[in-house]
């Protein structure tokens, strides 16, 4: 194992194209999860030079069922997409939340899926998708994830923050972050480059005002990492210059394109499948919260210090096909003994998707607060996201000792 190394990660603003198209995705999985906590929803987004494209499948009680459209679903499907885009922050010439054109493609989900995922008399309710998906926890950061990601999305949070409320009025909604760390063992001992590439308001690249921006970015970095780790940083911003155009009007954004900003930063394996757009069926969604759950737990019990968890379904079956721990040499008890206890413990109630939903409470409108910043090590409202708990610590510790 290397024991000096960097290792860099990215994040993207909310106003970033494709999360622009995430938020707006997973809005639209919030509505219908509200009008039916059973709803199947798959939807993507395309987003571009003022234009909001919906695609994808759906069921939902009284919203849409028998092929048909509820009377004014539509007209409320609407006006979410474009509150979603207000509340970004885009009021631009090239993306605006009132002036863009909206095209709804939405439509039924497919019999042959539904019958593969829907209980009945004799099978429990199967995964919506195969596949495997991959859950991480380190003890680098106190929210367990790695600390070039904590760093990267902690920065453009802050600016969110302040462009939102007015403290800086010259950010626009497009940014993006990246942080490169400096390890010596398992911990980040120096930042060496952080790199901030932020939309602005017009004049602010060059002179007085690029000046202000750039001085501006740094105090926001020096409050985001720990003063003991920017040391010989060289700082990286706009380094193209000039960041007027930007949003869906500067590249176009699609669901789902994010997924490594989304998860782990690319200091964890990943299934390959995307979260937003997703109801809790999709166990690319709620399968990928549960391993982060796990993981997040094995290493708040101190039975690891980092822990990667895979898990794996088919389609229509409810059992996962496997489920594999690997503490990266960092264990205090034998993996097998790990995923044994995991199994066996009565809290969860299994890791069927039914099970998984009923624990973790997914089965609710808390999915667009999740389109931006990453999934996990966050709260949403000010408490954790149900699979951010630390409430099997303690039966974890109980069954191995």
Request: glycine letters at 10%.
């Amino acid at each position: 194992m290397r024991t000096d190394y960097l290792f860099t990660s990215e994040s993207v603003s909310e106003g970033h194209p494709d999360k622009v198209s995430d938020q707006i995705s997973d809005a639209i999985v919030d509505l219908f999860l509200s009008k039916d906590p059973e709803a199947r929803i798959a939807c993507e987004t395309l987003t571009t030079t003022q234009l909001v494209v919906l695609a994808g499948e759906i069921r939902c009680k009284g919203v849409f069922e028998d092929g048909a459209w509820a009377p004014g679903a539509q007209e409320e499907i609407e006006a979410t997409v474009r509150r979603t885009v207000r509340e970004i922050g885009y009021e631009q010439d090239g993306f605006h939340w009132e002036r863009l054109e909206f095209i709804n493609r939405l439509h039924g989900q497919s019999a042959h899926i539904a019958q593969g995922v829907d209980a009945s008399d004799n099978k429990d309710e199967g995964a919506g998708d195969q596949g495997i998906m991959f859950g991480y926890a380190t003890d680098e950061t106190p929210d367990l994830m790695p600390a070039t990601l904590y760093y990267s999305h902690k920065i453009l949070e802050r600016m969110a923050a302040d462009r939102h409320s007015g403290a800086a009025p010259f950010l626009e909604p497009d940014a993006k972050s990246q942080v490169t760390l400096r390890y010596e063992g398992s911990l980040p001992v120096a930042a060496t480059a952080v790199v901030v590439s932020t939309q602005h308001a017009p004049g602010y690249d060059e002179g007085d005002r690029e000046a202000e921006l750039h001085a501006y970015v740094k105090r926001v970095v020096a409050e985001v990492i720990p003063p003991v780790l920017l040391r010989d940083t060289v700082y990286y911003i706009n380094p193209t210059g000039s960041f007027e155009i930007g949003g869906p009007d500067g590249d176009a954004g699609l669901t789902g394109r994010k997924i490594i900003v989304d998860t782990y930063g690319g200091a964890a394996p990943h299934g390959g499948g995307a979260f937003s757009g997703k109801d809790p069926t999709k166990v690319d969604r709620s399968a990928a919260y549960i391993t982060r759950y796990l993981a997040k737990n094995v290493v708040a019990a101190g039975l690891a210090t980092r822990c990667t968890i895979q898990i794996a379904y088919a389609i229509g079956v409810s059992e996962p096909l496997s489920l594999y721990v690997d503490t990266h040499d960092t264990g205090t008890v034998a993996e097998a003994a790990i995923e044994q206890a995991i199994l066996a413990l009565p809290k969860l109630g299994g890791l069927t998707p039914r099970a998984i939903r009923t624990h973790l409470g997914l089965n609710k409108p808390i999915y667009r607060k999740t389109a931006a910043y990453g999934h996990f090590g966050r709260k949403s409202e000010g408490d954790l996201f149900p699979w951010e708990r630390l409430d099997l610590v303690e039966d974890l510790k109980a069954a191995l000792g």
